[in-house]
């Protein structure tokens, strides 16, 4: 059963605009989300995360957003770039375990140049 | 600072052969952690551990075997592989969690493994 869902497989944008990736979950224990990006033949690489009592957080062109009452999170990429293409993953980690991570199925984002 | 290795990078098994891939990092971290990744599944837990000497299931833990004898080190073991343990297997680390802190976790570059 898929805890963490990513619906869209992929996604293209024209570069320098912005690309919005979607993540719901359906666990209420989950406590912390995290974005992390894959370059082919590559493991994933921290990107950005969220805290479960915030709604936003932003690191340049990078914002994840949370809304709790709807299980859901996006990540806002603003400008797009033709190196942002990679697969996304979202991923949550409940209050209690070892920072156990439960991964959504990822997103490719194609910039268009 | 190399980060987190995985050795190998390829094998190609045939079914029922064994081997232990090796995961190794230096920067001190006390958690470690197997992942596979199948086509469509995205990342999933296979086993990991909170210190040296100590291990614990993941999500998928059926036919493996790990190992933290070093805080350096994390092996997988696969005693009698099978055509569906083919995936890509990645290992990570991360700092321990302390009160209402996350830290995140890093990965290496994956190992590509293939049961014929």
């Known amino acids: 059963d898929q805890q963490v869902k990513q619906n869209s497989p992929s996604l293209s944008v024209q570069e320098g605009r912005i690309s919005i990736l979607n993540c719901d979950y359906t666990?209420?224990?989950?406590?912390?989300f995290l974005w992390y990006k894959k370059y082919p033949a590559e493991g994933p690489t921290f990107l950005i995360s969220i805290s479960s009592i915030k709604d936003k957080n932003e690191d340049g062109r990078f914002t994840v957003f949370l809304n709790k009452s709807a299980k859901h999170l996006s990540l806002h990429i603003v400008p797009s770039q033709p190196g942002d293409s990679a697969v996304y993953f979202c991923a949550a980690s409940p209050k209690t375990g070892a920072n156990n991570l439960f991964f959504g199925t990822g997103t490719r984002l194609t910039v268009i140049p | 600072n190399a980060g987190v290795t995985q050795t190998p990078k390829f094998r190609v098994l045939k079914t029922g052969q064994s081997m232990t891939l090796l995961c190794a990092q230096d920067?001190?971290?006390?958690?470690m952690y197997w992942y596979r990744q199948d086509p469509g599944m995205g990342l999933r837990l296979i086993h990991y551990?909170?210190?040296?000497?100590?291990?614990a299931k993941g999500e998928v833990p059926d036919g493996y075997n790990v190992s933290r004898l070093k805080k350096q080190n994390f092996l997988l073991g696969l005693e009698s592989a099978a055509p569906s343990q083919t995936s890509v297997y990645f290992c990570a680390s991360s700092p321990r969690t302390s009160g209402s802190s996350y830290n995140e976790q890093f990965f290496g570059p994956g190992t590509r493994l293939t049961v014929l």
């Open positions: 920067m001190n971290h006390e958690y």
């Open positions: 551990s909170v210190g040296e000497g100590t291990t």
């Open positions: 666990n209420s224990m989950f406590d912390y």
